[in-house]
Each structure stands twice: as C-alpha cells, then as structure tokens.
C-alpha cells in the first residue's frame, strides 16, 4: 500500500502525466465530476480505486465492484502510480 503522502503527490504527478496522453486510462473534464480524475470512459474516480487498495482489497475486488473499468486501464495507472512513487522517494532519500 501506498501512505497517503505519496498517494497524494503520485496522483498530482499523474493528473499533469496521463490527462494529455491520448491513450491514457485516466481523463479529467469539467463536465465530468467536476473535472475529478476518472477512468476514460467512466465517472469512476482513480481516488476510489487508491482507496479500496488502502482499505485491502486487490485490484480485482475494485473491477468486481466497478466493471466499467476495465482491467488493462487499471493495470496502466497502477504502474504509473508506482514509478511516481519510486521517483518521489528517490527524491526524498
């Protein structure tokens, strides 16, 4: 699990990195939540997804209770988050 701070500061890295990639599985848009970061195609928050992980559950779980999001989507941020996350620390060290 990811602690809340690097949580945090992955998702800010990633909202700039991955909302203008073309083929990015997460989009932003006024129109939709608010302009909150979703899953391209769905009104399902990448938050939602961070916080099933912190509260145990496994990616699976997540697209069980979410099927419209599809599992090569979550498997692309769940990398981006990752490599955010080891470079943030790597900073820090």
């Given at each position: 699990?990811?602690?809340?701070?690097?949580?945090?500061?992955?998702?800010?890295?990633?909202?700039?990195?991955?909302?203008?990639?073309?083929?990015s599985?997460?989009?932003?848009?006024?129109?939709?939540?608010?302009?909150?970061?979703?899953?391209?195609?769905?009104?399902?928050?990448?938050?939602?997804?961070?916080?099933?992980?912190?509260?145990?559950?496994?990616?699976?779980?997540?697209?069980?209770?979410?099927?419209?999001?599809?599992?090569?989507?979550?498997?692309?941020?769940?990398?981006?988050?990752?490599s955010?996350?080891?470079?943030?620390?790597?900073?820090?060290?």
């Amino acid at each position: 699990m990811l602690p809340c701070y690097y949580q945090l500061l992955a998702l800010i890295f990633v909202s700039i990195e991955m909302v203008t990639l073309e083929h990015s599985p997460v989009t932003a848009s006024k129109e939709v939540l608010g302009g909150m970061l979703v899953f391209r195609g769905t009104r399902v928050p990448v938050q939602t997804l961070l916080d099933y992980l912190n509260d145990g559950y496994t990616p699976d779980d997540f697209m069980e209770f979410f099927p419209s999001v599809k599992k090569e989507e979550v498997e692309a941020f769940l990398r981006l988050i990752e490599s955010n996350v080891d470079s943030l620390a790597a900073i820090r060290s």
